[in-house]
């Protein structure tokens, strides 16, 4: 008894053994994963970044992703998609999003001030690489009139009418931009949203309080 008893021990101490190797050679890989979408982030953008943590679906060993940080852009959590099938390893991210977000502020609030007063705007950005191929020697043009761009901002406006707002948002349509705007009058209490997507065809336009 005492013979099977030590040979039962010793099946269970080899599984977790085995099973402790195969584990840690998962996290091995995936940590190894990281390494080199970091690496192919700096030999993109020219700069160290650095790993803050997964985003994202964890299932899949084949398609993940992570958000990352740079020095160039202190607070900003950078979106980086990894794909891995026979031929390699592939990567997209949403850097230029950041790269570009003060030219895109001032060609919004540009328009907005000749309607009202911009009080503040803030962009938001979504955690997607749209645009793979773009890089460090990609125009503010070519980013920003690239039929898939959408800005997604909130401001905060002086005292204006609805009406006003309509023309300042219909204005943005005709010089052919995606947006979903988020405007809000603090003097009054009133929030307002305005949104236009090509695919949709119609700007989309109502009081939210």
């Not at 950078?78 to 997209?92: A, D, F």
């Not at 999003?97 to 950005?125: C, K, L, M, W």
């Not at 705007?181 to 119609?202: H, K, Q, T, V, W």
Request: hydrophobic residues 35%.
């Amino acid at each position: 008894m005492r013979k099977k008893n030590m040979i039962a021990a010793a099946a269970v101490l080899a599984a977790a053994m085995i099973g402790g190797i195969w584990v840690m050679g998962k996290i091995h890989k995936l940590l190894n994963v990281n390494e080199e979408a970091l690496s192919y982030m700096e030999k993109k953008y020219g700069e160290k970044f650095t790993y803050i943590k997964p985003t994202g679906s964890l299932m899949s060993f084949d398609s993940r992703s992570i958000l990352v940080s740079c020095e160039s852009m202190p607070g900003r959590e950078i979106y980086v998609h990894i794909e891995k099938s026979w031929r390699g390893e592939t990567y997209g991210d949403n850097y230029m999003d950041y790269y570009f977000a003060p030219q895109v502020e001032r060609y919004i609030t540009d328009i907005a001030n000749g309607y009202f007063e911009v009080i503040s705007f803030s962009e938001g950005f979504i955690n997607t690489s749209s645009y793979p191929e773009e890089n460090l020697a990609t125009t503010f043009e070519e980013h920003f009139f690239d039929k898939k761009y959408f800005v997604i901002a909130s401001m905060e406006i002086g005292a204006t009418d609805e009406a006003t707002m309509r023309e300042f948002a219909a204005e943005l349509v005709r010089r052919g931009r995606q947006f979903s705007l988020y405007m809000d009058i603090p003097s009054l209490n009133e929030s307002y949203r305005a949104r236009y997507s090509d695919s949709e065809g119609e700007m989309e336009f109502y009081r939210r309080k």
